[in-house]
């Protein structure tokens, strides 16, 4: 066994009450329909539950109830975090219940669905809450059976002291151990030890997402809610100039007609802050159609904005000036500043060796160009959120990936201190990213305060896929240099972006290679951009992934093995001070696809890519096989190999990996946002082409590689390298190679 | 603004709406059964998808003055707490990321199921395409249906 201190977060082992009071806690007030709490079969709710810490109670009978943490977006945390807190608490799994717990920045640390870490960041104090609390259940057990607490043991939910053949469960033992000081060090299971962790668990809201229980934030409802839509601006570079209520404000079921300006102009923003248009008109109304109806009818007038500043703040930076250009943008335009600034020399962010006198010395040079468009999220549930403002209080409720910067955000505009403003986190439809950047949750703060009454803000799909906040355009110019006996002798990446750009300078191929450069650039625009699932990441991997592609090819080796090739030298005598991934293990999922796809043995006749990536602190290695039906790609099968450590839910990790493989394949074939003199010419699924069921893998295999390596997630790594391993699967399908996305608009025609 | 008496899940409703209002709306706002979702409002992502008569129909652009007397069944009315084979499919699959579209999947599916018992996997396919599953849940989704039709 490991013994640890408790000293993370202590605050979060504190006893806040000895006990919660009979019955479940709901968080809030839902409608009739969603105030039953549907319990698994067999389970019986506890009459009394004592508060061990901020993460379970135990009730009387031994049911257990963990809070969840983080936001819930689809990744599945609400299984897998408890999972972790239940197997050092060791009890039987079929006795946990799971609730979502609210926003308490002062028992929890880091409530944040982002950049694949929840497991991460909270495994540690995850592990905590269960081992403490199994210490202070042994130690009310050895107090009251008069024994020395090392000879209690525990046994999925029992408490034992075998030499005098005592056995409890633990919900006898509840009551006393609220009782027992938190403990100053606590032992911790060793991982071959553990059996809950590793072994899969069906998520536990499975049962009310297939009977349509009200999870989600648009489901959300509290008795005498009115429903409040948005008008922004139809286009980047424009703002709002007047607009005539009058038609509408007598309209059937219409409250209220305003103005609705989101951020304060002296407001220094916060990084989760970004919005891309400040100004808005507010329609508020009885019901979501009658709303619909008046806001379709409402004239507005917009005009172009000229330069705009503001302060904000980046990911964790200070405050700086942010300058938003003037201009109507077009997706021509950008195309053309692109292939302009890639002409120019760019910052320099990273050089080994003498890259430019390998180039001059070289043999041959290949050089290829990679590109791709602006993205929209598309979480399937649109952007909303409900807020009840009132004067000395307020709550907001709904989906968001950043309830605890948010708050700050809702009590700046609402001029309450943050003690007062109370966040509560629904299931998500989605998010991807975008609900990162939670205007809608002080635009919904807003309008409440106006209307003094509970308010429902609901984004159209329209709204949500026009309003911005998108996955930039990106630019890449890949080089390689051979010698005349085609051996590699340097490599150059060129990158940049609108309005930025994708380079991750000291990843592989970085540190492998004696003559090394990589050099950025950006264009200004009006266009917000943020966080797209894998950011960076999912244009890096699908370009250089691609290129390397080709440059095994030119040298006339196996792709698996040049790359192999590459992580031994960067094991073994690695160029230059800084490189981020581990190369033992991006070998290992590299060695493990090539295995399970049989890419050996089994290759002859296969239309077959291969790529692999590291980012956010897991490794992913794939292989794509495809067909061509009358002259349009199958997949056939996708090998998936990961490295993310420890698997918490082996089954969920799988799942993530296959949406992560369905999602890259949509991504590179189909999806494209573009521009016509500022407006989104695609506003829903019409337009923005998104991957459907026919046109998914007929089947995805995935692998772990087995290790006790602290776990890292998997919400983002198999995400973008499956975009290069079909660019490559497709170059073997038809001899051409793909490099611009979407694929499909370049290629296939249709 | 009209009343209009709806057949939904063997139950009767009534309520006062606008004839044009469609019933994803009033299921949502006025009935309070939220299953149903709204996902784009132009029938193209098959998240409203309820049943007319036992065939899928998109709620988003079904309005209430067409309804008459049809029986409407949603994913609340499908079965009382998860028995319909369907669904039992989806959970032994563990089909949901973020569930937002699964009742939407499983009512399409449901309909084409009791159309076609034993369907081939092209058939699946063409039957589902109009759902979108933005997490990409899709290969899930066709093994359950398949599990589903041998049940």
Redesign the interface.
């Known amino acids: 066994m490991t013994i640890v201190k408790t000293t993370y977060n202590r605050r979060s082992f504190l006893k806040s009450s000895l006990a919660a009071g009979g019955g479940l806690m709901i968080g809030f007030s839902w409608i009739a329909s969603a105030c039953s709490v549907d319990t698994p079969k067999g389970i019986v709710i506890p009459d009394e539950w004592f508060e061990i810490n901020a993460y379970l109670k135990i009730g009387e009978n031994g049911v257990v109830t963990i809070f969840s943490p983080n936001p819930e977006i689809g990744q599945n945390v609400k299984t897998s975090m408890p999972m972790i807190v239940a197997e050092e608490l060791d009890v039987d799994w079929k006795n946990v219940l799971v609730e979502q717990a609210a926003l308490d920045t002062s028992k929890y640390t880091r409530q944040l669905a982002g950049g694949s870490d929840s497991i991460r960041t909270t495994w540690s104090a995850l592990r905590m809450a269960g081992a403490s609390a199994r210490t202070m259940l042994r130690g009310a057990a050895a107090k009251e059976w008069n024994v020395p607490v090392e000879e209690v043991t525990t046994e999925a939910g029992f408490l034992k002291h075998t030499p005098s053949r005592k056995k409890a469960g633990y919900g006898e033992f509840a009551s006393a151990a609220a009782e027992i000081p938190v403990p100053e060090k606590v032992e911790l299971k060793e991982p071959n030890n553990f059996t809950i962790i590793g072994n899969s668990k069906k998520n536990v809201d499975g049962l009310k997402i297939v009977t349509g229980k009200p999870l989600f934030g648009l489901d959300y409802k509290v008795d005498g809610m009115l429903y409040a839509m948005i008008i922004h601006p139809p286009a980047f570079g424009m703002k709002l100039k007047s607009y005539d209520p009058n038609e509408v404000k007598n309209m059937p079921g219409i409250k209220d007609v305003f103005t609705l300006k989101t951020y304060n102009d002296d407001y220094e923003r916060q990084w989760s802050d970004a919005i891309s248009f400040n100004e808005m008109v507010a329609i508020v109304g009885n019901s979501t159609y009658e709303v619909w109806n008046a806001k379709l009818m409402l004239n507005v007038e917009w005009e172009p904005f000229k330069e705009q500043k503001y302060m904000s703040a980046g990911w964790g930076g200070n405050a700086n000036e942010v300058n938003v250009p003037a201009g109507l943008e077009s997706t021509e335009g950008h195309i053309a500043k692109m292939k302009a600034a890639a002409a120019k020399p760019g910052r320099i962010e990273r050089r080994d060796g003498n890259p430019e006198e390998a180039f001059r010395k070289a043999a041959k040079v290949l050089e290829r160009t990679y590109t791709a468009p602006f993205l929209a999220h598309n979480p399937m549930e649109p952007q909303n959120f409900f807020a009840d403002v009132k004067e000395d209080s307020a709550v907001v409720v709904g989906p968001t990936q950043t309830p605890e910067p948010m708050q700050k955000s809702v009590a700046d505009r609402l001029g309450l201190p943050l003690d007062k403003v109370k966040v509560e986190m629904t299931r998500m439809g989605g998010g991807f990213g975008r609900r990162l950047y939670g205007h809608f949750m002080v635009e919904a703060a807003v309008i409440s305060q106006k209307m003094k009454a509970p308010v429902k803000l609901v984004y159209t799909r329209e709204d949500d896929m026009t309003f911005g906040i998108y996955r930039p355009m990106y630019h890449a110019v890949y080089r390689a240099a051979f010698d005349k006996d085609k051996k590699l002798t340097a490599f150059h990446v060129k990158m940049g972006g609108v309005p930025e750009n994708a380079l991750h300078a000291n990843r592989f191929p970085a540190g492998a290679l004696d003559n090394y450069l990589a050099e950025s650039w950006a264009i200004d625009s009006n266009i917000s951009v943020g966080a797209m699932r894998a950011p960076g990441s999912n244009f890096n991997a699908a370009a250089e992934q691609s290129f390397l592609d080709e440059v095994a090819e030119e040298m006339g080796v196996d792709p698996i093995q040049f790359r192999l090739d590459l992580l031994k030298r960067a094991q073994e005598n690695p160029v230059g001070e800084r490189n981020d991934y581990d190369a033992a293990r991006y070998a290992g999922v590299l060695e493990l696809v090539r295995e399970k796809s049989g890419w050996d043995t089994d290759s002859a006749g296969k239309n077959r890519g291969v790529a692999a990536y590291f980012c956010h602190n897991s490794y992913t290695a794939q292989v794509v096989d495809l067909v061509l039906e009358n002259g349009e790609p199958k997949v056939e099968k996708v090998f998936n190999a990961n490295d993310c450590g420890i698997v918490i839910n082996p089954d969920a990790a799988i799942n993530m990996t296959e949406g992560s493989v369905v999602d890259g394949i949509g991504t590179a074939m189909f999806g494209e946002l573009t521009f016509n003199q500022g407006e989104p010419q695609q506003n829903n699924f019409d337009g923005y082409r998104m991957i459907r069921h026919a046109e998914a893998p007929k089947k995805i295999e995935t692998y772990f590689v087995e290790n006790d390596i602290h776990p890292t997630g998997m919400g983002e790594p198999p995400y973008p390298p499956v975009m290069a391993a079909l660019a490559n699967a497709l170059y073997k399908a038809t001899g051409t190679r793909y490099y611009h996305q979407p694929f499909v608009k370049n290629s296939f025609g249709s | 603004?009209a009343v209009f008496n709806l057949n939904i899940n063997k139950k009767q409703y009534q309520v006062d709406?606008?004839p044009s209002?469609?019933m994803l709306?009033v299921l949502?706002?006025?009935l309070?059964?939220?299953?149903?979702?709204?996902?784009?409002?132009?029938a193209?992502?098959g998240?409203c998808t309820i049943h007319l008569n036992g065939k899928a129909v998109r709620s988003c652009i079904t309005f209430v003055d067409s309804i008459g007397d049809k029986e409407i069944t949603?994913?609340?009315g499908?079965?009382e707490?998860?028995e319909h084979p369907v669904?039992q499919a989806?959970?032994g699959h563990?089909v949901?990321?973020?569930?937002?579209?699964?009742?939407g999947q499983?009512m399409t599916a449901a309909a084409f199921l009791s159309e076609n018992p034993h369907p081939s996997?092209e058939e699946?396919?063409?039957a589902?395409?109009?759902?979108?599953?933005?997490?990409?849940?899709?290969?899930?989704?066709?093994a359950a249906v398949k599990t589903a039709s041998n049940s």
């Open positions: 603004m709406v606008d209002t469609p709306w949502r706002d006025h309070n059964l939220v299953g149903t979702k709204y996902g784009c409002g132009i193209q992502c998240a949603t994913i609340e499908l079965s707490n998860g669904q989806w959970l563990d949901a990321q973020c569930g937002y579209c699964q009742p499983i996997d699946i396919e063409t589902m395409n109009g759902n979108i599953c933005r997490c990409g849940t899709y290969t899930r989704i066709k």
